[in-house]
């Protein structure tokens, strides 16, 4: 038998964690939203500029988003990627999530993580 005590380790620093105790901002949303990724560029939303709005009243979730191209035939696939990833956050009891065309996104939307991830910078 084995004597530990340091007792149980620190969760570690992610987002999932925090999830879980901590109250619902718009950061942690954007924070959680790294995760969905656009599969034609392999790049999250977020650093891609595709993340237009994140509002949060009482226990809805509404999030505003963008394609690269009106056109893109991946929009519902990253809305449901969207509200996949956001209803692991326990209080939340409604997610909108809505595509937007207007203003159109342009590269300079990106990050300059994103930029160097495609090789532009």
Do not use: K, N
Request: net charge negative; proline share 9%.
């Amino acid at each position: 038998m084995v004597d530990d005590a340091s007792g149980p380790a620190d969760p570690p620093d992610v987002p999932g964690v925090d999830v879980l105790v901590a109250e619902p901002t718009a950061e942690l949303v954007r924070d959680l939203l790294h995760d969905v990724i656009d599969p034609e560029l392999g790049i999250d939303i977020v650093e891609l500029g595709l993340l237009r709005d994140v509002v949060i009243a009482g226990e809805a979730i509404s999030v505003r988003f963008t394609v690269t191209t009106p056109a893109c035939p991946l929009s519902s696939y990253i809305e449901d990627e969207i509200r996949a990833c956001l209803w692991q956050l326990p209080a939340i009891t409604q997610i909108d999530v809505e595509c937007e065309y207007e203003p159109a996104w342009t590269p300079e939307d990106m990050s300059d993580v994103a930029r160097a991830a495609l090789g532009w910078s």
